[in-house]
């Protein structure tokens, strides 16, 4: 029976979740993306950005800041690993495209993530592993309407009842479990939405635009 796996990056490493139509379900963890993806799965989606600009802006990251708020992280680019540091990098975007068109701190601490799937993504693999975004995912899920902040205690409960209903009912466990792994809750949290995604998305946002590499940029919910 097919897997649907679901992948997020967190300090050491990634985490994966994986669901199948029997309703069987776990979780794994790794160092390196590459043995979660051997994992035998029909679909896959990952919350990391798929298909980079040269310069700009993603369309797909600017509609789905519209739909859920900050949450989407602007300004993932091919060449954000060549700078030295941030500053360097948003001296550079500020010279070249415009004030206010860095990075963040939070999409600048990812660019290695960012990276490690950009060396293995290519358009035919883009077929069965596509990028997603978890709050997307969850607005989508509760009836497209933005939860309470995840770092409060009602939207905590509100993801994990998302989650409990698409069949990850032994996540409350999990997050027990996960202690001395390094992995972070939200981390968790956020693989088994991307696993939801990977057996039940049939939309996105985005897909008009190809990067260099011939990756569409579009985020799946």
């Not at 032994?170 to 992995?183: A, N, V």
Request: charged share 25%; net charge positive.
């Amino acid at each position: 029976m097919p897997n649907y796996l679901g992948l997020d990056g967190f300090r050491f490493g990634w985490v994966a979740a994986w669901i199948n139509d029997r309703g069987d379900h776990g979780f794994d963890y790794s160092p390196g993306l590459m043995r979660l993806l051997a994992m035998p799965h029909a679909r896959a989606m990952i919350d990391m950005p798929i298909g980079l600009k040269a310069s700009g802006y993603r369309t797909c990251d600017l509609r789905a800041r519209e739909l859920i708020g900050p949450a989407v992280f602007l300004g993932a680019r091919r060449d954000l690993w060549a700078f030295p540091d941030m500053a360097a990098a948003n001296r550079h975007y500020w010279e070249h495209e415009g004030k206010g068109r860095g990075v963040s701190a939070q999409l600048w601490n990812i660019r290695g993530k960012m990276r490690e799937v950009d060396d293995v993504m290519t358009p035919m693999r883009q077929a069965v592993i596509g990028e997603a975004h978890p709050e997307l995912i969850f607005w989508n899920l509760a009836g497209r309407v933005r939860l309470a902040k995840k770092t409060s205690a009602h939207g905590l409960q509100q993801r994990i009842a998302l989650l409990e209903q698409g069949g990850f009912t032994r996540l409350p466990k999990w997050l027990t479990q996960r202690h001395g792994t390094g992995i972070g809750r939200d981390d968790l949290i956020d693989a088994c939405a991307c696993a939801i995604a990977a057996r039940d998305s049939t939309q996105r946002v985005g897909g008009e635009e190809i990067d260099p590499r011939g990756l569409r940029m579009e985020i799946n919910f």
